[in-house]
């Protein structure tokens, strides 16, 4: 059986996954049925996907972070408890991260071996150049974009999908969350 590869991402309306200048996390447009619902997607069994620079930046932002940051919110510890394969030519283990194991090697042979290999669905969360080349392979079953209701056109930071393939995408599920932020997600398939 083949696991279930998601590439889960934080979006603005204008395709950034993050934004300089004065926005906070979540561009401040967090409530509580967001904060339940990330909770929520890490009750079941799975393992984590990550690339190397998001892995530097989770292990960053968590040791510059205080208890009471957005930083630390439920969801994200219960992320980090998580197993966690960190796709990487240049980190060497031990990780900071409480079950994670560096893989070398190309991420398209590395996911490929974990998802004929695994017995609990895959998810990755951000490592967009990664995920890029995943999903221009075929190897991202899900695509669940978190989509929030800003367009950081002067501020926008790391765009999504900037030199991506072309994709058709099947929408399969879809949710409003806090009344404005919206969880599509899609089956992706190469156009």
């Known amino acids: 059986m083949t696991a279930t590869y998601t590439f889960d ?19 401040g447009k ?6 339940e619902h990330r909770l929520s997607l890490y009750d ?7 690339g ?8 960053q932002m968590l ?14 510890t219960r992320m980090r408890n998580l197993p966690a394969t960190v796709v990487s030519s240049t980190l060497q283990g031990p990780l900071d991260w409480p079950d994670a194991t560096v ?7 590395v996911v490929a071996r974990l998802k004929k290999e695994s017995d609990v669905p895959l998810r990755s969360h951000g490592s967009l150049s990664m995920n890029r080349a995943l999903m221009g392979s075929g190897l991202v079953d899900r695509l669940q ?14 765009p999504i999908f900037a030199g991506a393939a072309d994709f058709d995408l099947e ?18 398939r190469l156009h």
Do not use: C, H, K
């Open 9 to 27: 991402v934080f979006s603005s309306l204008d395709g950034y996954g993050a934004a300089g200048g004065d926005w906070t996390g979540y561009w």
């Open 30 to 35: 967090q409530g509580p049925e967001l904060l």
């Open 44 to 50: 079941e069994e799975q393992r984590m996907v990550l």
């Open 52 to 59: 190397a620079n998001t892995y530097r930046l989770f292990a």
């Open 63 to 76: 040791a510059e972070s205080t208890e009471d940051s957005d930083v630390r919110d439920p969801w994200v």
């Open 103 to 109: 893989e070398s090697g190309d991420a398209l042979d």
């Open 145 to 158: 974009v978190t989509l929030f209701p800003v367009i950081t056109g002067r501020t926008g930071l790391d």
């Open 171 to 188: 929408l399969i599920e879809q949710r409003t969350l806090d009344g404005n932020i919206q969880e599509l997600i899609y089956l992706p």
